[in-house]
């Protein structure tokens, strides 16, 4: 294996031109290097003016999701020794709008995790217990329900493989959903109802026709489109109980 | 849902590159995806000729020997090959995608996927050889 690879990142410096580009970097190939580490390489040694996400490193905090070599990847948990003599192509995220090199706005996803509501919703005051009464307890199993979705770190890889999130910016998409389901799924929560009325919308569950690459591409092993296809029956019983028994009989 | 946008003097304009109409050619996962969707129209296919048959039958035996000397011609022939490939191909998908729709729990431990696709397949051949049983058995 060379010692060193190439890394052709795109380019997009809207205030010098409205059109990206890609500029090739020579970086070395260490076998305990990612993608991440390249760049820091050609941002601190080669060219300071690269812009790009990344803080914990490690897998957790979401934030250096990118297209490498057109697939939706964590850059901190890819190796460049994968790619064995490259070239590397590094591209910021799919499907959303890029703000300068490899940044993209991920406002509309904010917005949307919002509308889900991803939170405990506890009922009513007056139908809470007492505090002298303790914590509210869970049981191994209990955990289990949600547990898987409680995993996602929000890195959006799931958005950038979704050709239903591409050409319909409107569905809430994968990961905000797999977010609703870890509450929903929550023996503590008493939300499921106020998250139906944006879930069952069009733009909600039934915007997915069920590609499966959200799962495929999680970092996470969230399965996103498990958890929209589950919701999907649950939405469907409900109308259908609405429907047979309109009173909740 | 998506909010408007604003660009000012600090924030210039983003750039929004569209989808290519060809999206679904860059991946196999894609084109199995968009086959799988196609595959819908097969299966339209097979049930309006089941029901051509069934209208057929009603209608007396000419009827049905104008059916089956239709049926028996080339384009409806390869129609119906074509139309049973896609079929097959789109139960064994659906078969293998019900493990992530369905969450199946037995004495409070949940059935691994795998048993779930089983079932779908064992179900399929079940009601395959009941069914050749009524015609040949």
């Given at each position: ?21 890609v ?67 590094v ?7 890029v ?23 506890r ?38 493989a979704c ?11 994968p ?10 799924l ?6 499921s ?9 069009h733009?909600g ?17 969230v ?13 469907a ?13 | ?5 604003h ?29 799988r ?30 059916f ?25 998908t ?24 089983a ?19």
């Open positions: 294996m060379s010692d060193r690879i190439t890394l052709q990142v795109a380019r997009y410096r809207p205030e010098k031109a409205s059109e990206p580009f500029q090739s970097y020579d970086v070395p190939c260490p076998r305990d290097w990612v993608i991440l580490d390249g760049l820091n390489y050609v941002k601190d040694r080669l060219d300071g003016t690269l812009s790009y996400r990344w803080s914990c490193r490690m897998g957790i905090c979401g934030s250096c999701g990118m297209m490498v070599n057109g697939e939706p990847k964590l850059t901190c948990a890819t190796f460049l020794s994968e790619y064995g003599s490259g070239p590397i192509r591209e910021p995220l799919r499907n959303f709008p703000i300068r090199d490899l940044i993209v706005d991920i406002g509309d996803f904010m917005r949307k995790l919002v509308k889900v509501k991803p939170w405990i919703v009922p009513p005051t007056e139908d809470e217990r007492p505090i002298s009464d303790g914590e509210y307890r869970q049981t191994p199993q209990e955990l289990d329900e949600f547990k898987q979705f409680s995993m996602c770190i929000n890195c959006m890889l799931c958005y950038a050709p239903i999130y591409g050409l319909d910016p409107n569905f809430i998409g990961a905000a959903i797999a977010l609703a389901q870890r509450y929903n929550d023996s503590r929560d008493a939300g109802g106020e998250r139906m009325e944006i879930l069952s919308e733009e569950i039934w915007g997915c026709t069920f590609v499966g690459e959200c799962t495929k591409v999680c970092p996470k092993h399965d996103p489109a498990g958890a929209i296809q589950r919701y999907k029956l649950t939405s019983l409900a109308t259908m109980k609405s429907f047979f028994a309109p009173r909740g009989a | 849902m998506a909010a408007p946008f660009y000012t003097d600090y924030h210039p304009q983003w750039l929004r590159p569209k989808m290519s109409t060809y999206w679904w050619l860059t991946r196999r996962s894609y084109v199995a995806f968009i086959a969707e196609i595959s819908s129209v097969f299966i339209g296919w097979a049930v309006a000729f089941l029901l051509l048959l069934v209208r057929a039958i009603g209608q007396g035996a000419d009827a049905y020997g104008q089956l000397a239709w049926a028996a011609t080339t384009p409806v022939l390869v129609m119906n090959v074509v139309s049973l490939l896609f079929i097959v191909f789109h139960a064994v659906w078969f293998n995608l019900a493990p992530a729709a369905l969450v199946v729990h037995v004495g409070g431990r949940k059935l691994p996927g795998i048993l779930i696709a079932s779908n397949y064992a179900a399929f051949v079940f009601a395959s050889a009941l069914i050749a049983w009524l015609l040949f058995g």
